[in-house]
């Protein structure tokens, strides 16, 4: 919140696009996660913002608190969820799209808020950041079966049309043994006879082969399903981490 050696970008929504694979942003993250902020009231302003937000009109004049608290999910790799809740002095919550929205405005930090009377909202702010913490878990969790599904649909594609590729090389391998033994009956002259079924054991050579490759194929799917199960199981073994990154008094004009 105080003012420091980065910017974020515009506004907290552009931060979360960047943090995924952005190392300054992350830099920035980390900077700014770190620091232990104390309460200030920040100062919105709105009617000299150039770009009009209609989900931020009916905030101008009012007042009220935002938390903002960073969500950890760590499984098979680590997420980075930056919560934001706020509440009016009416009690009325606001919507996440309205939270973030609320840094695209100019903004300063006002004059000293005098916190006599004035008790934080804890209630409906803790409401409002659970409800999107479940939300964000539930969508975790559904992109890990989405993950599996994908993978394993992959799996299956590519061992059926391995499968069905050795298997009709193996049908055809058949159909030239069975006629080559057919034609060998004919052969009156022994060297030629012998060189005949010496040119069918290697087609059933061949043939072994092929088929030990097939069963060697579906050993590789089954080590590859069971890679595959192993990684969403560490995936369902969430960690998750909770760190309160500020609380700010706010108002909008």
């Known amino acids: 919140i105080h003012p420091g050696p980065y910017r974020m970008g515009r506004n907290v929504e552009d931060a979360n696009v960047y943090r995924i694979g952005h190392p300054l ?65 009416k009690k009325i919550t606001l919507d996440k799209d309205q939270c973030q929205r609320l840094f695209s405005c100019k903004s300063r930090i006002s004059d000293p808020y005098h916190y006599a009377g004035q008790q934080i909202p804890k209630a409906s702010i803790e409401e409002k950041y659970y409800a999107q913490k479940q939300q964000i878990i539930q969508e975790s969790a559904e992109r890990n079966a989405s993950f599996f599904e994908t993978e394993m649909e992959k799996l299956e594609k590519w061992a059926d049309d391995l499968k069905s590729s050795l298997e009709m090389q193996i049908k055809e391998l058949d159909k030239e043994i069975k006629f080559r033994k057919t034609e060998a009956k004919k ?35 089954d080590k590859r399903k069971e890679n595959i199960i192993e990684e969403i199981e560490q995936r369902l073994k969430q960690n998750i981490h909770e760190k309160e990154l500020f609380y700010i008094r706010w108002r909008v004009i």
């Open 25 to 89: 942003a992350q830099r920035i993250i980390e900077h700014y996660k770190k620091l232990d902020l104390e309460y200030e009231t920040l100062e919105f302003n709105y009617t000299e913002t150039q770009q009009k937000i209609s989900i931020l009109q009916n905030l101008i004049g009012q007042e009220g608190w935002l938390r903002a608290v960073c969500l950890t999910i760590d499984s098979f790799e680590s997420e980075d969820h930056i919560i934001l809740c706020g509440v009016t002095d």
């Open 187 to 221: 052969i009156l002259n022994l060297e030629s006879k012998v060189d005949a079924h010496r040119k069918i054991k290697e087609l059933e050579g061949k043939r072994k082969n092929l088929r030990m490759k097939l069963f060697e194929a579906q050993d590789d799917v």
